[in-house]
Nanobody, 122 residues
Framework: QVRLVESGGGSVQAGGSLRLSCAVSGYTYSRNCMGWFRQAPGNEREGVAVVWPGGGSTSYADSVKGRFTISQDNTKNTVYLQMSSLKPEDTAMYYC???????????????WGQGTQVTVSS
């Protein structure tokens, strides 16, 4: 059974940092793309960051480039999203996804985590 469990969300002041974690089980994520997506109320779910198998290549949304970093710890079967210089517009529910096709598109995700809330106050 494939399971993705996010953690690390919370409330922070603008300019602060958070590190999200996605624990993966029942899925060989090292052979597939993994990604982080976010969705604010009333908005479409959008791609934030994607990492290719092996971790050699990554892709980021223009809005988070230079501030967010996606990474993998293969020994712990965990995917991370390090978020720095957070802005109020980063406020959203953040979801971890396992993709059958690589790219910053939610329609490419085969399995979703339950989500973790990130709230950034000004």
């Amino acid at each position: 059974q494939v399971r993705l469990v996010e953690s690390g969300g919370g409330s922070v002041q603008a300019g602060g940092s958070l590190r999200l974690s996605c624990a993966v089980s029942g899925y060989t994520y090292s052979r597939n793309c993994m990604g982080w997506f976010r969705q604010a109320p009333g908005n479409e779910r959008e791609g934030v960051a994607v990492v290719w198998p092996g971790g050699g290549s990554t892709s980021y949304a223009d809005s988070v480039k230079g501030r967010f970093t996606i990474s993998q710890d293969n020994t712990k079967n965990t995917v991370y999203l390090q978020m720095s210089s957070l802005k109020p517009e980063d406020t959203a529910m953040y979801y971890c996804g396992a993709l059958y096709r690589c790219g910053l598109w939610a329609r490419y995700v085969s399995y979703w985590g339950q989500g973790t809330q990130v709230t950034v106050s000004s």
